[in-house]
């Protein structure tokens, strides 16, 4: 799931313009927190997966 979620975060940068610095701030996490994320050095827990999918949603609208 993580995966999934890295790539569509990746496409709303690519395609929206949107910063990782303001999704970051969407799921309250630090900006290299996101960073890390996007690297594959964490996965995220379950919480923060549902919450970053809701975020994505409103994003994508």
């Known amino acids: 799931m ?5 790539k569509e975060v990746k ?3 690519a395609l929206q313009g949107i910063s990782y610095r303001e999704i970051a701030e ?3 996490i630090s900006e ?3 960073y890390n994320w996007l690297k594959g050095y964490y996965e995220l827990g379950y919480t923060k997966q549902k919450k970053l999918e ?5 994003l994508k609208e």
């Open 11 to 13: 496409l709303l940068k």
């Open 26 to 28: 969407y799921l309250e």
């Open 2 to 6: 993580n995966d999934i979620l890295r």
């Open 54 to 58: 809701e975020i994505i949603s409103c």
């Open 32 to 34: 290299s927190g996101m």
